[in-house]
């Protein structure tokens, strides 16, 4: 582990041989769990009670997302029904709300999930995505690029606005520099 896991220690957990990898001033809350085949890109942030659990498969998580309280990542295994499994894979500039189900599924960049939705095994989401709070998204369903999406099962509610696409790098940006802040404070008390 480099000296920025070393801080975070009690939140990483090996798996298997298989150790979480932090990008560049990733942030991981100490009441949360980052569990084996798990790779954060830079500049991550993962809040209390949130866990990220690469037990069966990897996960891969892009630059700039932040992984918002209570949240669960998890994979779908291989198996004689699923050989290949499902890993999860999520792009960069996505924030992930509060207790968001994330499983094996592929998220692509600058997406917005809401609060409580669910996305399950299979599923595919497009870049500049929002999903609504409470949304479920099927297995194996595809979100395509430039729309909001509701309901369960989620379905196209309407077209992205323009401001709702500047709010992408928006609300990345702004928890890029809330977790600089609690990196900060850990350092500070250190």
């Not at 942030?45 to 498969?57: E, N, Q, T």
């Not at 996505?94 to 994330?102: D, E, N, P, R, S």
């Not at 995505?129 to 369903?141: E, L």
Request: net charge negative; with cysteine; proline share 5%.
């Amino acid at each position: 582990m480099n000296e920025r896991a070393n801080a975070c220690a009690g939140a990483l957990r090996p798996w298997r041989g298989m150790i979480p990898q932090l990008g560049e001033r990733v942030y991981v809350d100490a009441a949360s769990v980052v569990l084996g085949d798990v790779m954060l890109g830079d500049d991550c942030s993962v809040w209390p009670m949130a866990v990220i659990r690469g037990d069966m498969h990897r996960i891969r998580i892009g630059a700039r997302v932040s992984v918002q309280d209570g949240s669960v990542l998890h994979i779908t295994h291989a198996s004689d029904f699923n050989p290949d499994g499902f890993p999860l894979t999520v792009g960069d500039d996505v924030t992930i709300g509060h207790k968001a189900i994330l499983h094996g599924a592929t998220l692509g960049s600058r997406i917005l999930v809401g609060m409580g939705a669910i996305v399950m095994d299979g599923a595919v989401v497009e870049d500049e995505v929002i999903i609504a709070a409470g949304a479920v998204v099927p297995p194996g369903k595809r979100l395509e690029s430039g729309h909001v999406y509701a309901g369960n099962p989620a379905k196209a509610l309407r077209p992205l606005k323009e401001s709702e696409r500047a709010f992408f790098p928006y609300t990345a940006g702004n928890y890029v520099k809330l977790k600089d802040e609690y990196l900060e404070a850990q350092v500070a008390v250190s």
